[in-house]
């Protein structure tokens, strides 16, 4: 998933996704993670998440494999 989109003003503690404060105007930086919990109340949409990005990204890929796979005809490529 990468690092987060939300980010927090460092003057006024708004938070945005925009790299400025859309109500200040200071300079918006990323937020940190939540703090670890045992009782992570979110974990099972995290997890759900994940899969369904790595799904998404595999059915690219074998998309892609099939097209080129047809492009490819003994060795030479289609006209």
Not at 11 to 16: A, F, L
Not at 61 to 76: C, F, I, L, Q, S
């Amino acid at each position: 998933m990468g690092h987060s989109l939300m980010r927090r003003c460092l003057q006024c503690k708004e938070y945005t996704l925009q790299d400025t404060c859309p109500r200040c105007g200071g300079q918006a930086k990323p937020n940190r993670p939540a703090k670890f919990s045992p009782e992570d109340n979110y974990g099972e949409y995290r997890r759900k998440l994940k899969r369904l990005d790595q799904a998404e990204t595999k059915a690219e890929a074998d998309a892609k494999a099939a097209d080129d796979e047809r492009k490819v005809t003994w060795g030479k490529k289609a006209q």
